[in-house]
């Protein structure tokens, strides 16, 4: 059995410190306002089978990097659709549908926000379009059309589907419930956002206000991210560091923070991190990160089959944990920082800190799950 640690399994591609940060806790409150975070939450809560998902201690990673807590927020428990996204574009339909009578919603996704936004409206009896790339498992379509979305295919990647969504949507009229913002949309996007902060709200509920120190945070077009951020800027008096993780093949966020400018990722090469590869950052969410996040870091595809694996297999905790693709890059960044003295000097991970690490989604695509855990087992 191989070392938790073993070089060999991680790695980190790029690493960027952020030079422009300076965190400003009414900017941010200004693009995500407090009345979106206040409606969401209370909403939210009230929705029945809601409990808070769980916030599990990796004793056992902790025990190999000697920090002082690292913790996993589960969201394999959330709800039936088992991903942060069953937070977002449910409470947006919920916010549309109470303004506007007999919609139809619509979306693009690579399949969490998508079974949201599905869930949503099916909730509320009303219409859904869906519409995802040619690289979105069938399992993923399959499972939005059992909450009664239509799936369209479209041929492309992502920012495909996304244009083809926007171009019909104004065709037919439909309410587009988008997780990304451009201009002229930005409602939608930071209601989505304003649903993620529950999370953040779990989270302090659960240990003290003020003792995280470093939050790894997943990105794609940014919003989680951003949400989480604003999320501590209301909820919490600590701020703690605010480290972002990207597919080393769709970093639009790291170039952006590079570059002082959103920054277009030209996607040659699909990551197997499905609902991260985005070129695109969104307009409200890049407000937030421009300046509140601290470091940017990408990963390749390689070791997300080993970290599914070791969280499985009780490894790191002393619980099985099922999390999928996109639920491990905090883990792998992590173990890829302490491996690499200068990354961990720069982040200032030492005994004293309680590093958040968000486990975004779980048993969402069983094909897929099942491939990364036999491969992960085969290395581990």
């Avoid at 929705?47 to 969201?75: G, Q, R």
């Avoid at 451009?182 to 993620?196: D, Q, R, S, T």
């Avoid at 909820?235 to 560091?241: A, K, R, T, V, Y």
């Avoid at 996607?267 to 601290?294: R, Y």
């Amino acid at each position: 059995m191989k070392s938790i640690l073993q070089k060999d399994l991680w790695s980190i591609t790029s690493f960027l410190e952020n030079k422009n940060y300076k965190f400003n806790k009414e900017n941010i409150l200004t693009q995500l306002p407090e009345k979106f975070i206040d409606e969401a939450i209370e909403a939210i809560s009230s929705w029945n089978n809601y409990a808070p998902t769980p916030l599990i201690k990796l004793n056992k990673l902790n025990d190999e990097l000697k920090f002082k807590n690292i913790y996993y927020k589960d969201e394999d428990k959330r709800f039936e659709l088992k991903s942060f996204k069953a937070l977002g574009g449910a409470f947006a339909v919920y916010k549309i549908a109470s303004e506007k009578k007999n919609i139809t919603v619509s979306t693009a996704t690579a399949g969490n926000h998508g079974r949201s936004v599905a869930w949503g409206a099916q909730r509320l009896g009303l219409k859904c379009k869906i519409f995802i790339s040619e690289f979105v498992s069938e399992s993923r379509a399959e499972a939005m059309r059992n909450l009664d979305a239509e799936v369209i295919r479209v041929k492309g990647n992502y920012d495909n589907s996304l244009k083809k969504c926007i171009e019909q949507s104004n065709k037919n009229n439909w309410e587009i419930v988008q997780d990304v913002s451009w201009e002229g949309y930005k409602e939608v996007p930071k209601l989505i956002m304003a649903g993620y902060t529950i999370m953040v709200k779990e989270i302090i509920d659960e240990i003290d206000k003020n003792s995280i120190t470093h939050v790894f945070l997943q990105a794609g077009v940014g919003g989680m991210a951003a949400a989480m951020i604003a999320g501590f800027a209301k909820l919490s008096e600590n701020i703690p560091q605010f480290i972002i993780i990207e597919p080393e093949n769709a970093d639009c966020v790291f170039q952006s923070i590079n570059n002082n400018i959103p920054t277009t990722v030209d996607i040659k090469k699909e990551t197997v991190m499905g609902g991260m590869s985005c070129g695109d950052v969104s307009s409200i969410a890049w407000e937030i990160l421009k300046n509140s996040a601290n470091y940017c870091l990408t990963i390749p595809d390689e070791a997300i089959s080993t970290a599914v694996a070791l969280l499985a297999e009780k490894r790191l905790s002393n619980e099985k944990i099922i999390g999928g693709e996109c639920a491990v890059p905090g883990v792998i960044a992590l173990i890829g920082s302490f491996n690499n003295k200068e990354y961990l000097d720069k982040l200032k991970l030492n005994s004293e800190s309680n590093v958040l690490l968000f486990g975004c989604e779980g048993l969402t695509d069983h094909a897929m799950y099942q491939k990364l855990l036999n491969d992960g087992l085969q290395k581990i």
